[in-house]
């Protein structure tokens, strides 16, 4: 079987792999050197996309339009911008076994990848129903939503099942963001998830009232406290509805689950250091193997702002994190340094008109701020966090880009509160004064 060799070998073809491409030519790159090798099919592109925009049934986002790096407003790399600068973009390459004592990759076809330096960014999988043995979880037209082919196979079904009922499991950004697209696409939509209310990972009780609110309102039903146990199918093995653990028995023609996902770390067990399901690195996203990096959703790194070990499953931190993985390589060939990575932990999500960001560290006790109803023509309302006397995080909804911009500025200069109760009265003020 065939053997390559490249300088530098990128595994995974997702945001933070792209990025990554983006800055290895920026930092310079001679042809031949560099090679990205993902199971996908197509070049990197933003992923967000895929439960936004790409999901719409008319004006739909399609490849090339988000490729990377547009989702911050960068260079579109097509296909083509990999042959121009000598990178060698090797697609639809699933890498089954990492040897990186020997610095080998073999992909599921028999050829193996020899590389100097290895830049880990396979990204994260979802979890499965069939992971928890949930009876019947294997019936057709139940999706997952990680890659543009999973997203290729659900618009298909859309299709199909034209104006049908859908039952979203998993109440996070996925779940809140797929049930709003299906209700979009004109079917009957109904939302369940165990927790006392959505995102809860993120959300406070008065956030998420405020969505659950405003979905309500769009006509989808949620069924929250009750979990998906099994599910009924047609003959031709077709889902035909979902049982719930409370009994009730939900008609579905589509399912569509977003109950998490694991960081891809499985080829690297036992070769590298792991830390809180991650790949450890350094604040240069160096792994416990010399020559050997991670970046994106599958490296644990030191969070300097809170002097503490995360991962962290954002878009942001995937082309940050590409940027700071490139300059410390190129910094290290030339024996430089480069400034620790210090990143602020930015999220984001839009559904309907909706549109919210979140900055900082959702730690401690919150005010919420603005016209939260639900009702409201054009409501606009935030929260803040405050961890021993001082904002550590900021949530808005409906913001401009400067507002949005003014709760960033809060949530990383972390200003002390003298009174909680002001603050809630001050709202976006407070951080417009900052
Ligand atoms: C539907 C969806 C919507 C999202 N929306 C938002 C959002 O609104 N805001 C936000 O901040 N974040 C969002 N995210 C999260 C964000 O997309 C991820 O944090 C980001 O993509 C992580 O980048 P990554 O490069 O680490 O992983 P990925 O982008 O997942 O890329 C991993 C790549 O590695 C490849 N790969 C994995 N294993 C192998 C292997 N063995 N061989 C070859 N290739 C391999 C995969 O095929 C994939 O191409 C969303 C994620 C999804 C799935």
Same mark, same amino acid.
């Given at each position: ?20 491409? *983006? ?69 639809? +390459? ?17 050829? +193996?990848?020899?590389? #100097?330096?290895?830049?880990?960014? !396979?990204?994260?999988?979802?979890? *499965?129903?069939? #992971? ?13 939503? *990680? ?5 290729? $196979? ?35 939509? +109904? ?12 959300? !406070? ?20 406290? +009750? ?15 979902? $049982? ?55 490296? !644990? ?8 070990? *995360? ?54 006790? !919150? ?68």
């Amino acid at each position: 079987m065939a053997e390559k060799h490249f300088k530098y070998v990128i595994l995974g073809g997702g945001v933070a792999a792209g990025y990554a491409a *983006r800055d290895f030519a920026k930092e310079g790159v001679k042809p031949g050197e560099l090679a990205v090798i993902s199971k996908e099919a197509v070049a990197p592109y933003e992923r967000p996309a895929l439960s936004k925009a790409y999901l719409f049934p008319e004006g739909a986002a399609r490849l090339p339009g988000f490729h990377v790096c547009v989702g911050s407003g960068g260079e579109r790399l097509l296909p083509e911008w990999y042959t121009e600068k000598g990178i060698e973009l090797i697609l639809s +390459t699933e890498i089954v076994k990492a040897d990186l004592a020997s610095k080998t990759l073999t992909a599921a076809t028999g050829a +193996t990848f020899k590389y #100097d330096v290895l830049v880990i960014a !396979t990204g994260s999988t979802v979890i *499965r129903l069939s #992971d928890f043995g949930v009876q019947g979880a294997d019936a057709k037209s139940i999706f997952y939503l *990680r890659e543009i082919d999973d997203a290729d $196979k659900l618009i298909e079904t859309i299709k199909a099942k034209k104006d049908g009922k859908a039952v979203i499991v998993g109440g996070g950004y996925i779940g809140l963001e797929l049930g709003a697209v299906m209700k979009i696409n004109n079917f009957d939509v +109904t939302m369940v998830y165990p927790e006392p209310w959505c995102m809860p990972r993120l959300f !406070t009780a008065e956030i998420a009232a405020f969505y659950e609110g405003y979905y309500a309102r769009k006509g989808i039903n949620i069924i929250k406290g +009750t979990v998906a146990v099994g599910f009924d199918t047609h003959a031709d093995g077709e889902v035909k509805a979902v $049982k719930l653990k409370d009994g009730r028995v939900l008609d579905a023609d589509i399912v569509v689950v977003g109950v998490g996902g694991r960081p891809l770390t499985t080829l690297f067990k036992g070769q590298v250091q792991e830390e809180k399901g991650g790949i450890k690195t350094d604040a240069f996203f160096k792994t416990s193997v010399p020559d050997v990096y991670a970046i994106g959703d599958v490296a !644990t790194f030191p969070l300097k702002l809170y002097n503490e070990m *995360r991962r962290v499953e954002h878009v942001d931190h995937a082309r940050k994190s590409a940027e700071q993985a490139v300059k410390a390589i190129k910094a290290n060939e030339q024996g430089k340094s480069i400034d620790v990575y210090d990143y602020l932990p930015y999220f984001y999500s839009r559904s309907f008109d909706l549109s919210w960001q979140f900055y900082g560290d959702n730690v401690g006790d !919150t005010v919420i701020f603005g016209d939260s109803d639900p009702a409201s023509p054009k409501p606009k309302f935030g929260s803040y966090w405050i961890k021993e006397g001082k904002v550590v995080g900021a949530f808005l909804e409906g913001g401009t880009p400067d507002e949005n911009k003014a709760i960033a500025k809060v949530a990383k200069i972390q200003p002390p509160v003298q009174s909680v109760d002001e603050l809630a009265k001050e709202g976006l003020t407070f951080a417009s004064k900052i």
